[in-house]
């Protein structure tokens, strides 16, 4: 079993940062680990993904250039740091975990990932 512990939530104003933290824990191995955001009624989207050795990172294409995902394998922690931020980026923010893959097109599917956080609320306001 892995835990994923998510932090760093909250409300911000347009065009503000914030920082997403993502804390691991329990039998973890090599893995990627990624961000996904949801908001009720649409589907889950991908946000960002990285390698086990935190030299390979991926974005979803709503990024551009406005986030940074970082990991510090050796604490097993994962960050996800927020610029520019838009009311359109208000979701839910969960990171995972996966052991499955390492490539692009494998990592933006959420079905790739074998653990999931509880999740961390971002609200942007206008």
């Known amino acids: 079993q892995v835990q994923l512990v998510e932090s760093g939530g909250g409300l911000v104003q347009a065009g503000g940062s914030l920082r997403l933290s993502c804390a691991a824990s329990?039998?973890?191995?090599?893995?990627?680990m990624g961000w996904f955001r949801h908001v009720p009624g649409k589907e889950r989207e991908f946000v960002a993904a990285?390698?086990?050795?935190?030299?390979?990172?991926f974005y979803g294409d709503f990024v551009k250039g406005r986030f940074t995902i970082t990991r510090d394998s050796a604490k097993n922690t994962m960050d996800l740091y927020m610029s520019s931020l838009r009311p359109e980026d208000t979701a839910v923010y969960y990171c995972?975990?996966?052991?499955?893959?390492?490539?692009?097109?494998?990592?933006?599917?959420?079905?790739?990932?074998?653990?999931w956080g509880q999740g961390t609320q971002v609200t942007v306001s206008s």
């Open positions: 995972a975990h996966t052991r499955f893959c390492a490539e692009y097109g494998c990592l933006r599917a959420g079905s790739s990932y074998d653990y």
């Open positions: 329990g039998r973890t191995t090599t893995y990627a």
């Open positions: 990285i390698s086990w050795s935190g030299t390979t990172t």
